[in-house]
């Protein structure tokens, strides 16, 4: 009790504090501002922190992040450009509500979700975390390798639409990641002697392109959209509590998913807003209503990616282990202020980790306050021209691959042309969703894969041996096999899954 | 862009094809029992199979069902055709990101990025009252926002942001 | 009001943005007049963004101008190198310059080298450590290394960083020294230290060659314990961890080290200010104090004293690459 005593102490700090409300600020902004990533967030903090306190700076990071976190749905629920990359899994999903009127709702489930989620992924931490931690530890290549399958057999289920034309943007968006020479065996591919080629195609930019410059494009291609009834947003949390009664199951599931997910080494919250979402759609008692602006999924997934954020600290405080790139920046921090990650840390600075557990909880708590007046700020750009908004936008698009690039200008090509591949695709029905997936996890296939076989001598047995690796395994292929199996009895009696695959309007299409 | 699926489908198969001819002329690692070059080829081969698939319609009947629903929920006036020149227009933002990589580290962020919100915003069909200001404000709150708050240097050029 | 006519107010206007344009020139005077970028080759969070970011603070605070480092990742530190040799050599670009110059030209990745660079300062050096499961059976490197020699080729393995990497040398260095081929122990190509660090714990491999530094949350969390060091004297942050000199005899003449350096040409003036500047904060007690609470290696040498020890260095890398199959041609 005296720890806890002297952990308020420590946060209830005035450069604490101000360090909160600053940062709080500062990562709703980023978040909220098109191709900037939480991480991309928290690297920019990196040379605040070196100015500050420990706990301070510690401070500014939980925050930042869980705020930009949060504030990458606004845009996403707005204008269907996904501030972050946690955001793009349910972007359609809340971007369906708000043209259905329903924009206060929306932005409300990801804020309050949001909020209760980073505090059930804090609770984890607190309570869970040397559990978790000694799972996640267990974790080889083989386990990773059937962790990043999982992760790929997601990519038929997140899009609405063929899950052929799905594979094919999946495996486009893994022939990409072969680009340089970042693979098991350290040799140049498809880099055509280009220096920039040798060094791949990083996720942001590309995330960039497809998502928000192809957006744009699209934009200039259609007519204005019809104005949304430029009217003040209503209650952002009105309905929220009934929501919160109607889903509990979604939010619980959500929120464990999230932590679990949270925990593994190198799955962030990217990942787990698209597990998630995937996860909610397959266990609903409605799926044909996703994708047309249902609470449902926006919920699971928006609990998910915030519960994964506080989850994402236990591997990183107790092993250094970052859990995502998020906490890979804070480790480094915490070397840099004393704090080295291990488990003394929680005996002899046992106050230290108090304090962070009161700043993860203080920090969830300001969001709701702190994302209303952000909401209604960031609304205002839904009445404002569409010819005043896209122009910036696009130069946004430019400005953050290039800054997250380290001032390299190969991104800013790397945009437009993901740009120019993202809207042809999505005009013919690959869902870009999947190709982003393939982007993200295909180096962790390819080197789980490779280093698994050489560790093994080239024998595939380890790989269903080992008791988490066959668990994996088991999932992967029920995952596989769960919709050719659905496909097959559909066919037999009579293409009737097609029907409930794509709701009430199927018999009418029927050829 | 709607282009057909046998367009579509075409272009994924070349691309899987040359994956597979690219990834087989890559040479094996010492000591490591799968090479650089059995990634791209798995690849390669599991595009040309979906370009297969793809090309003979098959999982069609997905993206009807979905763009049915989809037209279900949208108003009807933005089911009408535009003109096709419209499509084009599309080529821009590309073009103007392009201009920005070629431009802007001889003529500095703040001309390149006040030539591009300039030229979208008058596609968008702007009027120039609108257009000119935003062009000069918007790139200079941009620089305000990267290089004070971020603390990212833009390309300097001809004008040179700290005064 | 009146007075201020289109025309006055046109001159006013190209007068200003004259001088904008030659305020530059005049400032030259003194080096920095403006802000200085510092690209780092490696990822925000690792060893060599935390040197560059604490040299850039420090040189933000004697030196007046702001100092903005730049992660410029991807290509195992093509990408960054070749940004820092291809910068304008006026002394605002400038960067951390990593071990693996002396390294990627022996792959044919790139034909940058080490004299693609003005060198400013050499400002650490890391060298590589073995390590082992906590439980593993080996008490000592004697144990482990007679273990490896009874094995048959291929079945110890190893990891640390990617293929071709600095631990990957530091491997096929020490099987050198002790007699055996170069791929006497596997390699495992891994995505940097901390990976295999947990792979080594979660007991997917044998030892793991990365610097003490980077196993420390390993080895402090009880899961790994180093046993040697590949390096002339014991780390004052790990003193219990022997030299691989006093417990076999051997010595593997290799590290990872980084430096401060600009493109080619610098002007000798520029060149000068900084390294005088980076001679004080590697003498300074935040840079010691943060060196030593990361338990990173200090190591010092001035511009013309880091050159040849970059060239020293490339030939040694060249050696090892040579013995074990990793250069090209």
Redesign the interface.
């Known amino acids: 009790m005296d720890t806890v005593i002297k952990a308020f102490g420590l946060v209830f700090q005035v450069d604490v504090m101000v360090a909160i409300v600053a940062s709080a600020f500062y990562g709703l902004t980023v978040g909220a501002l098109p191709g900037l990533s939480a991480t991309m967030a928290t690297a920019l903090l990196v040379p605040v922190t070196f100015y500050l306190s420990p706990i301070a700076a510690v401070a500014t990071i939980i925050t930042a992040s869980a705020m930009a976190i949060f504030s990458g749905d606004i845009p996403g629920c707005l204008l269907r450009i996904p501030g972050t990359p946690a955001s793009a899994a349910y972007t359609d999903e809340a971007y369906a509500m708000t043209r259905k009127g329903q924009a206060e709702t929306a932005l409300g489930i990801c804020l309050w979700f949001s909020a209760l989620g980073g505090i059930a992924g804090t609770l984890s931490l607190m309570l869970i975390a040397p559990l978790l931690a000694d799972i996640a530890l267990s974790f080889s290549t083989y386990e990773n390798f059937w962790l990043a399958m999982l992760g790929l057999m997601c990519s038929t289920l997140v899009a609405r639409s063929s899950p052929i034309k799905a594979i094919a943007a999946m495996l486009l968006g893994l022939l990409i990641t072969c680009i340089g020479i970042d693979n098991p065996g350290g040799v140049p591919r498809f880099t055509f002697g280009s220096t920039d080629l040798l060094g791949g195609i990083e996720p942001i930019p590309a995330l960039v392109g497809v998502f928000a410059l192809a957006e744009v494009m699209r934009a200039l291609t259609e007519r204005e959209p019809p104005k949304i009834e430029s009217r003040r947003l209503g209650s952002i949390l009105k309905g929220q509590w009934k929501l919160t009664k109607e889903y509990p199951k979604q939010q619980a599931r959500g929120n464990i998913v999230g932590i679990i997910i949270g925990v593994l080494p190198g799955a962030g919250a990217d990942m787990a807003a698209w597990v998630s979402y995937a996860m909610s759609k397959r266990f609903s008692k409605t799926p044909e209503k996703f994708g047309t602006g249902h609470p449902e999924g926006l919920i699971e997934a928006g609990a998910s990616n915030n519960a994964s954020l506080a989850s994402g600290w236990v591997p990183a405080l107790l092993f250094g282990i970052p859990g995502d790139t998020i906490t890979a920046i804070a480790i480094g921090v915490l070397y840099m202020k004393g704090l080295n990650p291990g488990p003394s840390l929680f005996t002899t600075q046992a106050e230290s980790m108090y304090a962070l557990y009161i700043i993860f909880i203080l920090g969830n708590i300001i969001m709701i306050p702190f994302g209303i007046v952000m909401i209604r700020l960031a609304s205002r750009i839904v009445g404002a021209p569409r010819s005043a908004v896209m122009p910036v936008i696009m130069v946004f698009c430019a400005v953050g691959a290039f800054a997250t690039a380290g001032n390299n200008l190969f991104a800013v090509w790397c945009v437009a042309a993901f740009g120019l591949i993202g809207f042809v695709m999505e005009k013919n029905g690959y869902p870009v969703a999947a190709m982003v997936l393939g982007i993200v996890m295909g180096t962790m296939v390819e080197q789980s894969f490779v280093t698994s076989l050489i560790k093994s001598d080239g024998s595939i047995l380890p790989f269903f041996e080992r008791p988490i690796s066959s668990v994996l395994a088991a999932m992967t292929f029920a995952a596989l096999l769960w919709p050719l199996l659905a496909w097959s009895l559909g066919w037999l009696k009579g293409r009737r899954t097609v029907a409930a695959y794509g709701g009430r309007q199927a018999p009418n299409t029927r050829a | ?3 057909s ?1 046998k367009l ?1 489908g075409g272009v ?1 198969a070349v ?2 094809g040359l ?1 597979f001819a ?2 087989s002329q ?2 094996p ?8 070059s ?3 080829m798995v ?2 081969t ?2 040309v199979v ?2 297969g ?2 090309m003979f319609g ?9 763009e ?2 989809v037209a ?4 009807p ?2 089911l009408e055709p ?1 003109p096709a020149w ?2 084009w ?10 201009f ?2 070629l431009a ?2 001889t003529l500095g ?1 703040l001309p390149t ?1 006040a030539t ?3 030229v ?2 008058l ?4 009027r120039p009252k ?2 000119v200001p ?2 000069l404000v ?2 200079f709150v ?1 620089n305000l926002i ?1 290089l004070k ?6 390309p ?1 050029g ?3 942001f ?2 | 009001m009146t007075f201020l006519d289109r025309r006055s107010v046109l001159q006013g206007a190209a007068a200003g943005v004259a001088g904008l344009i030659a305020a530059p020139a005049i400032g030259q005077a003194k080096f920095p007049s403006r802000p200085v970028t510092l690209i780092c080759p490696w990822g925000a969070g690792g060893g060599t963004d935390a040197v560059v970011r604490i040299v850039a603070s420090l040189m933000e605070k004697s030196l007046g101008q702001p100092f903005s480092v730049v992660n410029r990742t991807g290509g195992s530190g093509v990408v960054g190198h070749s940004a820092i040799a291809t910068a304008a050599p006026d002394g605002y670009t400038l960067g951390i310059i990593t071990s693996e110059i002396a390294m990627m030209h022996h792959q044919g990745l790139t034909q940058l080298t080490y004299a693609s660079y003005t060198p400013l300062a050499l400002m650490n050096d890391d060298p590589p450590g073995i390590q082992v499961k906590s439980d593993s059976p080996y008490k000592d490197v004697k144990q482990l290394a007679d273990a490896i020699k009874a094995a048959p080729v291929g079945k110890f393995k190893a990891s640390g960083t990617g293929q071709g990497g600095i631990w990957h040398l530091a491997l096929v260095g020490w099987m050198q020294a002790m007699g055996l081929a170069p791929n006497h122990v596997a390699w495992v190509p891994s995505n940097g230290a901390a990976p295999a660090m947990q792979d080594l714990a979660a007991g997917g491999l044998d030892l793991v060659t990365c610097s003490v530094p980077e196993a420390r949350a390993m080895i402090d969390a009880g899961r790994a314990k180093s046993l040697a060091i590949m390096a002339a004297a014991r780390n004052p942050q790990f003193k219990d961890v022997p030299t691989l000199k006093e417990a076999m005899g051997l010595e593997v003449p290799l590290g990872s080290w980084r430096g401060i350096g600009g493109p080619k040409n610098l002007p000798p003036e520029v060149a000068r200010i900084l390294s005088a500047e980076l001679k004080a904060i590697y003498d300074s007690q935040e840079y010691r104090d943060f060196m030593n609470a990361r338990g990173l290696t200090m190591k010092y040498a001035d511009a013309d004293a880091f050159g040849s020890f970059m060239g020293e260095s490339d030939k040694a890398m060249g050696a090892f690459m040579k013995a074990g199959g990793l250069a090209k041609g």
Do not use: K
Request: aromatic letters at 8%; one cysteine or more; hydrophobic letters at 55%.
């Open positions: 862009m709607l282009l699926d579509t994924v691309l899987g994956a690219y990834g890559l040479p690692v010492p000591g490591q029992q799968i090479g650089p059995a990634f791209p690849i390669g599991g595009l979906c370009a698939l793809i098959i999982g069609h009947r997905f993206e009807e069902v979905a049915a629903d279900s929920h949208s108003a006036e933005e535009l419209r499509n227009l599309a080529l821009l933002p590309p073009a103007l990101l392009g920005y990589a802007s580290e962020f990025a591009m919100v300039l979208a915003s596609a968008f069909g702007a609108l257009a935003l062009a918007a790139p941009i990267f708050l971020l603390r990212v240097p833009l300097g001809l004008l040179p700290p005064w």
